[in-house]
């Protein structure tokens, strides 16, 4: 089918229904609709397109792997929680905790050991650092602020062992195929780092904050005390806590350790097999092979380690299946941006963005993508939609002006930490809230002028960098 406007519609349903339903997942799943009811307009053809679409997405080998990945990692997650990984390892870091500056010191030193995805270190921190408000000049507010700058932001810096490193691959692998651009999407991602301004500076911001800047008295009297029993009730807030679980710190930090150690090793080796040296052997291994067979070796090891420490069978089943399902949602997500995708570029999208988007001046492609995606990602509430539905068109973008691709990959990537990060209806700002006692409206007012001075800074930035690339 010839490129024509009919390619952006997907994308112009998606975006308001997300907006207006405050979800991501119903505007994909009518965007991947209607684009299958343009590509083939009869009463079945459109589903049976759709399903098409879906079907061919979810047999593709690499998106097998990411899918095995995620559900696995969120698996051992669950393994390491009921047999008190996080609890023993949250007890022991908290021990000598009494002042403010010390309590955000352990909040930041604790990323070290919970890095892996935002939700673990949400019930990981959140429940012993709410309990330790006691103890120490810090409110609630101010608690939540440090937590979110140290998950989201450090996270999607971090090209290891974490629940987004295979999503965010995937979705940049997505963007190359569409535009038919030979690259390694791993070695992008990489290269990208840098440039993901707005996780950096909000990092910064939040050092600033925590350690130099003073707080009001009128901020410190602004939070209402909660009951007693509420503070004294953290345990029973996520079952990560809970009083009847062991408390054994090395039940976290030894898989934590054998997973990242695993990775290195064996796409170290994958590399080396090719031919290449010591730093090129990382760059040109397969690193999704090498983190799902790190994983699936992780899972099984630390399976029998736990049996070893007499843990019962079904509970470890259990806990796998159990944490392996808090991913289905966002299996299922990205299930339906692959298909997505696959229907926007048959339709011509690349093709259309190539001919119709050239009068943008390739200084300004970065910050305007950066810009645009920040405000979609801010509504919809969702970094992994904002990542599906713009890298696409960031890459069409980048490809067409001859803008750096890690720089528009690092843009795209931004801006949906800035969702993350500041909008009410995200994951992380409803999770911390919850765990805090937090009202969520009021929380995310509180966080949005450090959010918003971070956009600024991220924009300029985006502006400057592409006179130097």
């Known amino acids: 089918m010839d490129a024509d406007w009919l390619s952006l519609v997907p994308f112009l349903v998606v975006i308001p229904i997300a907006i207006f339903t405050k979800q991501v997942l119903p505007g994909i799943f009518i965007g991947l609709i209607v684009g299958s009811y343009i590509i083939n307009p009869s009463l079945i053809g459109g589903v049976e397109t759709m399903l098409t679409y879906l079907v061919t997405a979810l047999v593709d080998k690499n998106n097998i792997k990411i899918i095995v990945f995620l559900y696995v990692?969120?698996?051992?997650?669950?393994?390491?929680?009921?047999?008190?990984?996080?609890?023993?390892?949250?007890?022991?870091?908290?021990?000598r905790v009494d002042t403010k500056k010390e309590a955000i010191l352990l909040t930041y030193v604790s990323t070290i050991g919970t890095f892996s995805a935002p939700s673990f270190r949400f019930v990981t921190i959140g429940p012993i650092m709410r309990a330790l408000l006691k103890r120490v000049n810090m409110t609630k507010k101010e608690l939540a602020f440090v937590i979110e700058t140290t998950t989201t932001p450090i996270i999607v810096l971090i090209p290891i062992a974490t629940a987004f490193v295979g999503y965010m691959v995937s979705v940049i692998e997505l963007g190359l195929h569409n535009?038919?651009?030979?690259?390694?999407?791993?070695?992008?991602?990489i290269q990208s780092i840098p440039f993901n301004f707005f996780a950096i500076v909000i990092f910064l911001v939040g050092l600033y904050l925590s350690f130099f800047h003073r707080s009001s008295d009128g901020d410190q009297k602004q939070e209402s005390p909660k009951k007693e029993e509420e503070d004294d009730d953290w345990h029973n807030c996520d079952p990560a806590v809970s009083l009847d679980l062991p408390s054994k710190p090395f039940n976290l930090l030894i898989p934590l350790f054998?997973?990242?150690?695993?990775?290195?090793?064996?796409?170290?080796?994958?590399?080396?097999?090719?031919?290449?040296?010591?730093?090129?052997?990382?760059?040109?291994?397969?690193?999704?092979?090498?983190?799902?067979?790190?994983?699936?070796?992780?899972?099984?090891?630390?399976?029998?380690?736990?049996?070893?420490?007499?843990?019962?069978?079904?509970?470890?089943?259990?806990?796998?299946?159990?944490?392996?399902?808090?991913?289905?949602?966002?299996?299922?997500?990205?299930?339906?941006?692959?298909?997505?995708?696959s229907v926007t570029e048959d339709l011509g999208f690349s093709t259309f963005i190539t001919e119709h988007a050239g009068w943008i001046p390739p200084l300004f492609v970065p910050p305007i993508l950066f810009l645009f995606g920040s405000a979609v990602a801010y509504f919809i509430g969702s970094a992994w939609g904002t990542w599906g539905i713009l890298m696409p068109l960031g890459i069409s973008m980048a490809a067409l002006a001859d803008v750096s691709l890690p720089l528009v990959i690092g843009a795209v990537f931004a801006s949906g930490t800035f969702g993350s990060f500041a909008s009410p209806l995200s994951d992380d700002t409803n999770t911390i809230s919850r765990i805090l006692n937090l009202q969520v409206m009021e929380y995310a007012r509180f966080k949005l002028k450090a959010a918003l001075i971070a956009v600024g800074i991220s924009s300029i930035l985006y502006g400057a960098i592409t006179f130097v690339l």
């Open 258 to 341: 054998l997973v990242i150690a695993l990775t290195l090793v064996l796409t170290w080796w994958d590399g080396h097999q090719k031919g290449f040296g010591l730093f090129k052997a990382f760059i040109k291994a397969n690193v999704l092979d090498a983190m799902v067979i790190a994983l699936l070796i992780t899972t099984f090891l630390t399976f029998v380690f736990f049996l070893f420490q007499r843990f019962e069978l079904k509970m470890m089943i259990d806990s796998f299946v159990f944490g392996g399902n808090n991913l289905m949602a966002v299996i299922l997500l990205l299930s339906i941006i692959w298909g997505l995708a």
């Open 179 to 189: 535009q038919k651009i030979e690259g390694d999407p791993y070695s992008l991602f």
């Open 73 to 95: 990692f969120s698996g051992l997650v669950g393994m390491i929680k009921v047999a008190g990984g996080i609890k023993g390892f949250v007890e022991a870091a908290s021990e």
